[in-house]
């Protein structure tokens, strides 16, 4: 399935046509659009790092991306990502936490069924993962890097979505944006290592050697993990591009290390939205 790249008076952003439906609302950030500065230039997301960004152009900048989606930003739910594989049900209560007032949880993936609620998670490289179940309207988003996707994280999430809301594998659709591809995630042995460990001669297939060292195809794993999880190739949607080398586009903390914000990817159910 294709993505598509939408400008809204500047903000440049993505969506999956695999999820698009009536009373959905998602969009995939690029780094195109906002009002930060110098490394953080200029939709950034984060407020921390070597060079904090002002926190007035990051308030500035989530509501600039909400209005572009058309989201709350009193509905953002915001991860706070610990590369580790806790799957947050989130419900009416976090509405507004990691923006508004500040977040009690350390977690990597977040679901939901509870419309008004829209579901942020962030990457500078990095998986970013939303799920969307169209029977149970239901929805997940999962931050995975190498320590999320050998964590199986993104199957994890969709079968969260399973055991807390009813989905069947079978009818959820996941979409991947922007993330470093193999091109460009060149590793020592211990990310290899780690894929072989959790999954098995089946992950060869998505790691090869280059000059010494490994590459390692993040989003291929993960498509793949959630293909052997039930869901169907035709509810997978991947985008091609890669943070590393679109640094005109995304945050990549491959080229630029800590010296750079984030882009985030957002999935929220409309209030009164449409039925499945």
């Not at 046509?17 to 690029?30: A, M, N, Q, V, Y």
């Not at 990691?98 to 829209?118: F, M, R, S």
């Not at 179940?133 to 999430?157: C, E, F, M, N, Q």
């Not at 594998?169 to 591809?181: L, M, Q």
Request: glycine share 14%; with cysteine; net charge negative.
């Amino acid at each position: 399935m294709p993505f598509l790249t939408h400008d809204d008076n500047g903000v440049v952003y993505h969506t999956s046509s695999i999820l698009e439906d009536g009373g959905l609302l998602h969009g995939f950030s690029t780094r195109l659009g906002g009002v930060s500065g110098g490394c953080c230039a200029s939709l950034n997301f984060r407020g921390g790092g070597p060079e904090p960004d002002d926190p007035a152009h990051v308030r500035e900048n989530y509501r600039r991306f909400c209005a572009a989606l058309g989201a709350d930003p009193a509905g953002l739910v915001l991860s706070k990502q610990v590369h580790e594989d806790t799957v947050r049900h989130v419900t009416a209560s976090d509405a507004g936490k990691g923006l508004l007032t500040p977040t009690d949880y350390t977690a990597d993936a977040l679901v939901t069924d509870e419309p008004g609620l829209n579901l942020m998670v962030f990457s500078a490289d990095c998986t970013i993962w939303l799920l969307y179940d169209p029977v149970t309207r239901s929805i997940g988003a999962v931050h995975a890097g190498w320590r999320g996707t050998a964590l199986d994280l993104p199957a994890k999430a969709a079968a969260a979505m399973g055991r807390l809301f009813g989905a069947r594998p079978e009818h959820i659709r996941a979409a991947v944006g922007a993330g470093i591809g193999p091109c460009c995630f060149e590793t020592h042995d211990d990310v290899p290592e780690a894929m072989r460990a959790a999954f098995g001669p089946g992950v060869e297939a998505y790691i090869a050697p280059r000059d010494g060292k490994w590459t390692v195809d993040l989003k291929g794993i993960n498509a793949w993990r959630l293909r052997e999880s039930g869901i169907q190739a035709g509810h997978l949607d991947v985008c091609p591009l890669c943070t590393a080398c679109r640094t005109d586009l995304y945050w990549s903390h491959r080229r630029s290390g800590d010296r750079r914000g984030v882009q985030g990817a957002v999935i929220g159910l409309a209030p009164g939205g449409g039925c499945p």
